[in-house]
Protein backbone atom coordinates (compact mmCIF):
# COMPACT_ATOMS: atom_id res chain seq x y z
CA UNK A 1 0.00 0.00 0.00
CA UNK A 2 1.50 3.04 -1.35
CA UNK A 3 2.04 6.28 1.54
CA UNK A 4 3.25 9.43 0.96
CA UNK A 5 4.69 11.59 3.92
CA UNK A 6 5.80 14.92 3.66
CA UNK A 7 8.54 16.47 6.35
CA UNK A 8 8.79 18.82 7.99
CA UNK A 9 4.81 19.34 8.89
CA UNK A 10 5.33 23.42 9.10
CA UNK A 11 8.02 25.60 8.23
CA UNK A 12 8.68 29.14 9.26
CA UNK A 13 11.35 31.35 7.67
CA UNK A 14 12.10 34.66 6.60
CA UNK A 15 11.43 36.35 3.34
CA UNK A 16 14.54 35.88 0.89
CA UNK A 17 15.74 32.49 1.91
CA UNK A 18 16.22 29.71 -0.13
CA UNK A 19 13.84 25.95 1.11
CA UNK A 20 13.32 22.41 0.42
CA UNK A 21 10.45 20.90 1.11
CA UNK A 22 10.30 16.91 1.17
CA UNK A 23 8.03 14.47 0.02
CA UNK A 24 8.58 10.20 0.41
CA UNK A 25 6.74 7.78 -0.99
CA UNK A 26 7.44 3.98 0.02
CA UNK A 27 6.46 2.40 -3.50
CA UNK A 28 8.52 3.24 -6.42
CA UNK A 29 6.62 1.92 -9.04
CA UNK A 30 4.60 5.49 -9.14
CA UNK A 31 3.81 7.00 -12.67
CA UNK A 32 4.10 10.01 -11.93
CA UNK A 33 4.17 13.07 -8.94
CA UNK A 34 2.55 15.89 -8.76
CA UNK A 35 3.44 19.02 -6.25
CA UNK A 36 0.31 21.24 -4.95
CA UNK A 37 0.08 24.48 -3.43
CA UNK A 38 -3.38 24.76 -1.26
CA UNK A 39 -4.46 28.20 0.63
CA UNK A 40 -6.38 27.93 3.74
CA UNK A 41 -9.96 27.09 2.66
CA UNK A 42 -9.31 26.94 -0.78
CA UNK A 43 -8.64 23.95 -3.86
CA UNK A 44 -5.42 23.41 -4.94
CA UNK A 45 -3.13 24.69 -7.24
CA UNK A 46 -1.12 22.72 -9.91
CA UNK A 47 2.58 23.90 -9.43
CA UNK A 48 4.82 20.63 -10.96
CA UNK A 49 4.05 17.78 -12.55
CA UNK A 50 7.06 15.17 -12.96
CA UNK A 51 6.77 11.60 -14.79
CA UNK A 52 8.17 8.94 -13.72
CA UNK A 53 11.17 8.75 -16.46
CA UNK A 54 11.88 12.21 -15.39
CA UNK A 55 14.54 13.29 -12.92
CA UNK A 56 13.04 17.35 -12.22
CA UNK A 57 10.82 19.75 -13.54
CA UNK A 58 11.31 24.02 -13.03
CA UNK A 59 8.77 26.31 -13.39
CA UNK A 60 10.25 30.01 -12.24
CA UNK A 61 11.53 29.88 -8.71
CA UNK A 62 10.22 26.36 -8.60
CA UNK A 63 12.35 23.35 -8.69
CA UNK A 64 10.60 19.86 -8.24
CA UNK A 65 13.46 16.33 -8.15
CA UNK A 66 12.41 12.67 -8.85
CA UNK A 67 14.50 10.09 -7.01
CA UNK A 68 11.95 6.80 -7.50
CA UNK A 69 14.55 4.26 -6.40
CA UNK A 70 15.02 5.93 -3.36
CA UNK A 71 11.49 6.94 -3.27
CA UNK A 72 12.07 10.64 -2.28
CA UNK A 73 11.03 13.97 -4.00
CA UNK A 74 12.26 17.66 -3.09
CA UNK A 75 10.25 21.10 -4.26
CA UNK A 76 13.10 23.40 -3.71
CA UNK A 77 11.72 27.53 -3.75
CA UNK A 78 14.52 29.91 -4.27
CA UNK A 79 14.25 33.36 -2.78
CA UNK A 80 11.04 33.16 -1.09
CA UNK A 81 8.28 35.62 -0.74
CA UNK A 82 5.48 36.37 1.86
CA UNK A 83 3.16 35.07 -0.80
CA UNK A 84 4.61 31.69 -0.74
CA UNK A 85 2.98 31.54 2.32
CA UNK A 86 0.52 27.85 1.67
CA UNK A 87 0.22 24.68 2.19
CA UNK A 88 2.03 22.36 -0.15
CA UNK A 89 0.86 19.03 -0.71
CA UNK A 90 2.20 16.05 -3.20
CA UNK A 91 0.68 13.46 -4.53
CA UNK A 92 1.72 10.30 -6.28
CA UNK A 93 0.62 7.99 -8.79
CA UNK A 94 0.89 4.65 -8.88
CA UNK A 95 -0.80 2.12 -11.35
CA UNK A 96 -3.92 2.62 -10.63
CA UNK A 97 -5.77 6.35 -11.42
CA UNK A 98 -5.87 7.43 -7.98
CA UNK A 99 -3.31 10.02 -6.54
CA UNK A 100 -2.33 9.47 -3.19
CA UNK A 101 -1.41 12.45 -1.26
CA UNK A 102 0.62 13.45 1.58
CA UNK A 103 -0.76 16.00 4.85
CA UNK A 104 1.66 18.70 3.66
CA UNK A 105 3.93 21.10 4.55
CA UNK A 106 2.38 24.62 6.09
CA UNK A 107 5.26 27.30 4.85
CA UNK A 108 5.31 30.54 6.17
CA UNK A 109 7.64 33.25 4.70
CA UNK A 110 8.11 35.92 7.01
CA UNK A 111 8.54 39.29 5.94
CA UNK B 1 -10.40 29.57 -20.54
CA UNK B 2 -12.58 28.40 -17.88
CA UNK B 3 -10.99 26.22 -14.90
CA UNK B 4 -12.77 23.64 -12.84
CA UNK B 5 -15.54 25.10 -10.98
CA UNK B 6 -17.51 23.27 -8.15
CA UNK B 7 -21.51 24.19 -6.36
CA UNK B 8 -22.52 25.13 -4.19
CA UNK B 9 -19.21 27.19 -2.37
CA UNK B 10 -20.71 26.07 1.31
CA UNK B 11 -23.70 23.83 2.35
CA UNK B 12 -24.77 23.08 5.98
CA UNK B 13 -26.86 19.89 6.65
CA UNK B 14 -28.15 17.38 8.90
CA UNK B 15 -27.67 14.24 9.64
CA UNK B 16 -29.27 11.48 7.77
CA UNK B 17 -29.91 14.23 4.92
CA UNK B 18 -28.76 13.41 1.21
CA UNK B 19 -26.55 15.98 -0.43
CA UNK B 20 -25.17 16.56 -4.03
CA UNK B 21 -22.40 18.68 -4.89
CA UNK B 22 -21.47 19.61 -8.52
CA UNK B 23 -18.33 19.82 -10.55
CA UNK B 24 -17.49 21.35 -14.08
CA UNK B 25 -14.03 19.93 -15.21
CA UNK B 26 -11.52 22.03 -17.26
CA UNK B 27 -12.27 23.12 -20.79
CA UNK B 28 -11.28 19.84 -23.03
CA UNK B 29 -10.98 17.50 -19.68
CA UNK B 30 -12.80 14.50 -20.31
CA UNK B 31 -12.17 12.79 -16.47
CA UNK B 32 -13.28 13.49 -13.28
CA UNK B 33 -11.75 12.59 -9.78
CA UNK B 34 -13.43 13.79 -6.40
CA UNK B 35 -11.85 13.88 -3.07
CA UNK B 36 -12.58 14.35 0.64
CA UNK B 37 -10.15 16.58 2.52
CA UNK B 38 -10.35 16.41 6.38
CA UNK B 39 -8.92 19.58 8.31
CA UNK B 40 -5.51 19.11 8.55
CA UNK B 41 -4.96 16.20 6.01
CA UNK B 42 -4.71 15.93 2.58
CA UNK B 43 -7.35 15.13 -0.16
CA UNK B 44 -8.35 11.49 -0.01
CA UNK B 45 -9.32 9.71 -3.29
CA UNK B 46 -13.41 8.75 -3.58
CA UNK B 47 -13.78 8.04 -7.14
CA UNK B 48 -13.22 9.14 -10.54
CA UNK B 49 -15.49 8.81 -14.24
CA UNK B 50 -14.67 8.46 -17.11
CA UNK B 51 -16.66 8.06 -20.18
CA UNK B 52 -19.77 8.54 -17.54
CA UNK B 53 -18.34 5.15 -15.79
CA UNK B 54 -16.86 5.05 -12.48
CA UNK B 55 -13.33 3.97 -13.55
CA UNK B 56 -11.71 3.59 -9.85
CA UNK B 57 -13.02 3.92 -6.06
CA UNK B 58 -11.30 4.54 -3.35
CA UNK B 59 -12.47 3.37 0.70
CA UNK B 60 -15.44 5.37 1.03
CA UNK B 61 -18.89 3.33 1.34
CA UNK B 62 -21.48 2.92 -0.92
CA UNK B 63 -23.41 6.10 0.85
CA UNK B 64 -20.73 7.80 -1.54
CA UNK B 65 -22.12 7.64 -5.13
CA UNK B 66 -22.06 9.79 -8.18
CA UNK B 67 -22.45 10.11 -12.16
CA UNK B 68 -21.04 11.68 -14.77
CA UNK B 69 -22.90 13.41 -17.70
CA UNK B 70 -22.38 13.82 -22.01
CA UNK B 71 -21.02 17.04 -20.97
CA UNK B 72 -18.23 15.64 -18.61
CA UNK B 73 -19.64 17.35 -15.68
CA UNK B 74 -20.15 15.27 -12.46
CA UNK B 75 -22.10 14.92 -9.27
CA UNK B 76 -21.23 13.51 -5.82
CA UNK B 77 -24.20 12.33 -3.70
CA UNK B 78 -23.74 11.80 -0.11
CA UNK B 79 -26.56 9.55 1.65
CA UNK B 80 -27.42 9.15 5.42
CA UNK B 81 -24.99 11.99 6.14
CA UNK B 82 -22.67 11.67 9.57
CA UNK B 83 -21.05 13.71 11.27
CA UNK B 84 -17.90 12.89 9.63
CA UNK B 85 -18.63 13.45 6.51
CA UNK B 86 -17.69 16.91 7.22
CA UNK B 87 -14.84 17.85 5.08
CA UNK B 88 -13.82 20.01 1.90
CA UNK B 89 -15.06 17.75 -1.29
CA UNK B 90 -12.81 18.88 -4.14
CA UNK B 91 -13.13 17.77 -7.34
CA UNK B 92 -10.47 16.97 -10.45
CA UNK B 93 -10.32 17.35 -13.97
CA UNK B 94 -7.90 15.83 -16.26
CA UNK B 95 -7.46 13.83 -19.80
CA UNK B 96 -8.24 10.50 -19.34
CA UNK B 97 -6.92 8.54 -22.11
CA UNK B 98 -3.10 11.13 -21.59
CA UNK B 99 0.20 10.26 -20.92
CA UNK B 100 0.11 13.41 -19.09
CA UNK B 101 -2.52 13.24 -16.48
CA UNK B 102 -2.39 16.32 -14.86
CA UNK B 103 -4.64 17.19 -12.72
CA UNK B 104 -6.75 20.46 -11.91
CA UNK B 105 -8.64 21.12 -8.86
CA UNK B 106 -11.77 23.29 -8.48
CA UNK B 107 -12.34 25.53 -5.34
CA UNK B 108 -13.99 22.53 -3.75
CA UNK B 109 -17.14 22.81 -1.83
CA UNK B 110 -16.97 22.94 2.17
CA UNK B 111 -19.65 20.48 3.94
CA UNK B 112 -20.44 20.86 7.47
CA UNK B 113 -22.79 17.91 8.80
CA UNK B 114 -24.73 18.83 12.09
Known amino acids: KQEVTQIPAALSVPEGENLVLNCSFT??????LQWFRQDPGKGLTSLLL?????REQTSGRLNASLDKSSGRSTLYIAASQPGDSATYLC??????????FGTGTRLKVLA | DAGVTQSPTHLIKTRGQQVTLRCSPK?????VSWYQQALGQGPQFIFQ???????QRGNFPDRFSGHQFPNYSSELNVNALLLGDSALYLC?????????????FGPGTRLTVT
Open chain 2, 92 to 104: ASSLGQGILDEQY
Open chain 2, 27 to 31: SGHDT
Open chain 2, 49 to 55: YYEEEER
Open chain 1, 27 to 32: DSAIYN
Open chain 1, 50 to 54: IQSSQ
Open chain 1, 91 to 100: AVRGGTYKYI
